[in-house]
């Protein structure tokens, strides 16, 4: 699976972004897929998670401003993000996993996009 990651930009604070993750594959409905993030200086740390049926967890920073859906016939997971804030700012990553279930660990995850950037002015 080859994963590729859009969508980051420049926001004011209190604004919206939406990210893309197209990834490539016939078999993507049956893939777990993950959002991480990693600011500059600090660890990739969980952001949100999507299984194959479609269940959803976040981080305890996002929750309730960030949403993760997945559109399994256009093989993409977005992630929405209202709300940001200036700690929200670091360079996202998709990844994904074949087998279902819910993963919060980078090392369980087997595939991963460029990383996008999303940075959020105060």
């Known amino acids: 699976v080859q994963l590729q990651a859009s969508g980051g930009g420049l926001v004011q604070a209190g604004g919206s972004l939406r990210l893309s993750c197209a990834a490539s594959?016939?078999?993507?409905?049956?893939?777990?897929m993950g959002w991480f993030r990693q600011a500059p200086g600090k660890e990739r740390e969980f952001v949100a998670a999507?299984?194959?049926?479609?269940?959803?967890n976040y981080a305890d920073s996002v929750k309730g401003r960030f949403t993760v859906s997945r559109d399994n016939a256009k093989s993409t997971v977005y992630l929405q993000m209202n709300s940001l804030k200036p700690e929200d700012t670091a360079v996202y990553y998709c990844?994904?996993?074949?087998?279902?279930?819910?993963?919060?660990?980078?090392?369980?995850?087997?595939?991963w996009g460029q990383g996008t950037l999303v940075t959020v002015s105060s």
């Open positions: 594959g016939r078999t993507f409905s049956a893939y777990t």
């Open positions: 999507i299984t194959s049926v479609g269940s959803t």
């Open positions: 990844a994904a996993r074949y087998y279902s279930g819910m993963y919060y660990r980078t090392g369980e995850y087997d595939y």
